[in-house]
């Protein structure tokens, strides 16, 4: 069965603060991919990144980063420099190579203060 | 262009009422879901569309049923519902069905039953 943790409900940070968000999974499957999205107060799910399973690099965009580390079964996602704009709920989720179905952590929600 | 459009973004109806959600997609793709999602909870998958016809319905009441009328629209057809059926539906399109591929979400359509 396929399992996506998001330990931390909340998180509350000052602006220009580093943040990181984390997410565990469990899979038995070898081909799998992983997802963040981001969901502001507006609502729409947005696409933040797609990792696969053979790919381990760890990947940067912009103020984004992920360490995705398959020894741990983690891929964590962190902000540089938070802004109050990063103000949102955070979800991973994971997908099967024949699977037709997302399975969702429970999501984190992100607060930047001012 | 990768936007999933949702109309209305926001619906009171009342436990007699029909009515009717609609989501567009100009994308291509030849998958798209509905999703709903509780308050601070992550999205539920309800149904999937695959080159139009229904792949999936995961044990969804019947009060809710899908219409795929060609590869960029889909619709939510509301009959009866319940209070706890308020909620924000999400409905989303990916390139094919299976989740090795990103799914584009659209804003969302906030129900209220009264």
């Known amino acids: 069965a396929q399992k996506v943790t998001q330990a931390q409900t909340e998180i509350s940070v000052v602006e220009k603060e580093d943040v990181t968000l984390d997410c565990v999974y469990e899979?038995?499957?070898?081909?799998?991919?992983l997802f963040w999205y981001k969901q502001p107060p507006s609502g729409e799910l947005v696409f933040l990144i797609r990792?696969?399973?053979?790919?381990?690099q760890n990947e940067i965009s912009g103020r984004y980063s992920w360490n995705f580390q398959k020894s741990t079964s983690s891929f964590n996602f962190t902000i540089t420099a938070s802004q109050v704009v990063d103000s949102a709920v955070y979800f991973c989720a994971l997908g099967l190579e024949y699977g037709n179905k997302l399975v969702f952590g429970a999501g984190t929600i992100l607060r930047v203060k001012s | 262009d990768t936007e999933v459009t949702q109309t209305p973004k926001h619906l009171v109806m009342g436990m007699t009422n029909k009515k009717s959600l609609k989501c567009e997609q100009h994308m291509g793709h030849r998958a798209m879901y509905w999703y709903k999602q509780k308050a601070k909870k992550p999205p539920e998958l309800m149904f999937v569309?695959?080159?139009?016809?229904?792949?999936i319905n995961e044990s969804v009441p019947s009060r809710f049923s899908p219409e795929c009328p060609n590869s960029s629209l889909l619709n939510l057809h509301l009959h009866a519902l319940q209070p706890e059926d308020s909620a924000l539906y999400l409905c989303a399109s990916s390139q094919f069905e299976q989740t090795n591929t990103e799914a584009f979400f659209g804003q969302g359509t906030r129900l209220t039953v009264v």
């Open positions: 990792r696969n399973s053979f790919d381990e």
């Open positions: 569309y695959s080159y139009e016809k229904l792949s």
């Open positions: 899979t038995r499957d070898t081909t799998y991919y």
